[in-house]
């Protein structure tokens, strides 16, 4: 076969290749050697795939490139020039990088930035000329290592870019729907016509192209603006494109779990996946199709007799895809109706086209089958879940509109909760995103917000979904009853520990590249976890209310509360042109935070705050001063005190981590800290407990790379003691990632935890399933304990 278009006999499974630890969000073909190509994923890697001779007709990783502090998720393959003749792989991630490396070095030849979000599209050209996007709204020309301009006009996230062969024109596609053509970094063009985000774009010719979009559907477009073709036939959102070498036939994937094969202008095959997202595709020079989805895994599919997977492979992808479970609520069967549905005698009749779906009730379940014309049979594609219509029905009321759900978001600081509408159809992290950007929250968060959504979602109606409503207030600390999460609302902390929400569960079939190790992205976490989120106004307003009240001796004069108050707006934005703190301004709060004990928390809140800032964590936690504040914080954490100004003063320490100062004084006065710390697992608050766990944490991280054993004992002590009371999963999250942090790389802090029995304490969390990151870190310290 000549790889010149879709070939004309169907796609069957080459081989699976389980390369990446979490979803697989970019494939690019290689230039050399010869059928390779290269992966990126959420884990943070790269690789390179070669085709390996065995008789499984796998793939062989022949390297890992890392470089990238946060998720990798796009690639592109940069041509050959004189200085690198066999080309290079330029790669974008959600730490705004773009990093370059050679095909056999693991570590980049060097790295780009500029962009101010997640970059998640590039794309090369002539001369070395490299193309980005971003969901900072912008694409930026890159060349020699340098930006060479960028292209401003979109108003949404860019998610899709890509250099034409006529010189000097640009392609970038939007969540803002819009596709615009760029000429010299000026927009010549903009092509409207998709009614959701463009994700996808692929060249067919110097005057056409094709684009895909959440819509469901895929545009061809001539670059004059006319769109002379429209392509349905998937069911949900379309994140990808891959156009053969006839510049006619193409390949698509999405988020309705299929891999669908055009010719001639119509879906003739339709390939469904064992996973819900599958977020790329590539064409190899061989005419082969790689897919990469998000359980981790890439899929090869070919049209050659001989290059397809053994029997007993084929069969097992199979099974693999009857176990599946389809939520009708992602709209990808239509509405189900289960008292219409016929029984299995249904599918003694033949289906009329590749890829047709059917739903049988056997007994009480649903089950979908999928035609399959070149094997003339029905195939099973999964159990269909929670099969009723009436869940399907949206019932949540939110400002006039109707969502399957409508989560509370806690930023948990003393800000009023905020609410984030879903619905199943829509794209967890775009959601997320959105929602970030919308109530200024940072997007560090993304990780986060996303994985909870996609976590709650699963399937199933998560409690009574909440309406509308619900007023500010600010109570820190305070237990949250609200129907729909149990007492665990969503709480989101800044430059959290990594949250990672991906499955383990491997398919049994093709071990070809099978990895020994995991990625280990949780420990040692060696940057400080600080609390950072705030409601300025709120807390003045609460300190303005307690002092109207407050005995006469206690008030604060006005005078003060406006030092106060322009305290909170210098050290809110730490990196803002305001005026730094000055002295006046923190001898001040310093004094405030000796008000009673009955009102002093939005006063430590102040604090909370100021201390990360570097003026106020000198002044307050240099040579003289600190021991007098460390005092004062360990005063309010009597195990008798108020559980909201234990819980601020445990989170004024976690910050106080954030400074030179800080951190000096915090070690010197590790002993009485974290024992006074340690008593308070005792109160049944979960914010403490977080709190608590975080501290920590944080003297873990400052602790690694020290040969201190008696702290590092004091840690592993605290950890190993708070895990006999803690409940909440964060907390428990934050200890095992302070165990790992503390035992990682030093053999003896090993065996003193192994001689604490951290083995068989912990062990339990092996099985979590829910938060998965749980389990996972779970796992890895028992492997640093074995």
Known sequence: MSGKMASSNSYKLRCSIPGHEMD?????????????????????????????????????????????????????????????????????????????????????????????????????????????????????????????????????????????????????????????????????????????????????????????????????????????????????????????????????????????????????????????SVWCCCILPNGDIAVGSS????????????????????????????????????????????????????????????????????????????????????????????GSNQQTSKNVMYEGKEYDYVFTIDVNEGGPSMKLPYNVSEDPWLTAHNFLQKNDLSAMFLDQVANFIIENTKGHVVGPALPAGGGARYIPGASDERPGFGADPFTVFLSLVHSASYSTGRGAYSSAALRQTATNIYFPKTDGVSFEQANSSQIIAKIKELNGDAPQEHRLSDEVLESLERLLVSVSEPNSSNSPPTIQEINLLWKASHWPEDIVFPVLDIMRLAVRHPQVNESLCGESEGVQLCNHLLSLMRPEGRPANQMLALRTLCNCFGGRHGRALLLAQRETVLLRAADLANVCNKNIHIALATLVLNYAGCLHSQPDLEAKAQCLSVASRALETVQDKEAVFRLLVALGTTVASDQTARDLARSLGVNSQISKYSSVSDPAKVAECCQLVLKELQ
């Open 24 to 276: 697989v969000r970019g494939l690019a073909s290689a230039l050399f050697p010869d059928g390779a190509f290269v992966s990126v994923s959420r884990d943070r890697t790269g690789r390179v795939w070669l085709p390996n001779s065995s008789p499984d007709k796998g793939f062989t990783e022949v390297h890992s490139l890392s470089g990238h502090s946060n998720f990798v998720s796009c690639v592109c393959i940069i041509g050959p020039s004189e200085t690198y003749p066999r080309g290079l792989i330029a790669t974008g991630g959600n730490d705004n990088n773009i990093c370059v490396f050679t095909l056999d070095q693991s570590q980049p030849l060097f790295t780009l930035t500029g962009h101010k979000s997640t970059v998640c599209t590039l794309s090369s050209g002539k001369f070395g000329t490299l193309l980005s996007g971003s969901w900072d709204t912008t694409a930026k020309v890159w060349l020699n290592e340098k930006c060479m301009m960028t292209l401003q006009g979109h108003s949404a996230a860019v998610w899709a870019v890509v250099i034409l062969p006529e010189q000097g024109l640009m392609l970038s596609g939007s969540a803002d729907k819009t596709i615009k053509l760029w000429k010299a970094g000026r927009c010549e063009k903009t092509f409207e016509g998709h009614e959701d985000c463009v994700r996808g774009l692929a060249v067919i010719s110097n005057t056409e192209f094709f684009s895909c979009s959440n819509d469901t559907t895929i545009r061809r477009w001539l670059v004059t603006g006319e769109c002379v073709q429209v392509y349905s036939s998937h069911t949900n959102y379309i994140y990808s494109l891959a156009v053969f070498p006839n510049s006619q036939d193409f390949v698509s994937t999405g988020e309705d779990r299929t891999l669908r094969i055009w010719r001639q202008g119509e879906c003739s095959q339709t390939i469904r996946l064992p996973a819900q």
């Open 295 to 386: 359980d981790g895994i890439i899929r090869v599919f070919t049209p050659d007799e001989d290059r397809i997977a053994s029997a007993e492979d084929l069969q097992a992808f199979e099974d693999d895809l009857s176990k599946t479970t389809i939520d009708p609520k992602t709209g990808d069967l239509g509405d189900i109706k289960m008292e219409d549905l016929p029984g299995r005698e249904h599918l003694n009749e033949p289906g009329n086209r590749d890829g047709q779906t059917r739903l049988i009730k056997d007994g009480e379940k649903v089950e979908a089958y999928q035609w399959s014309v070149s094997d003339g049979r029905w195939m099973k594609i999964g159990d269909v879940v929670g």
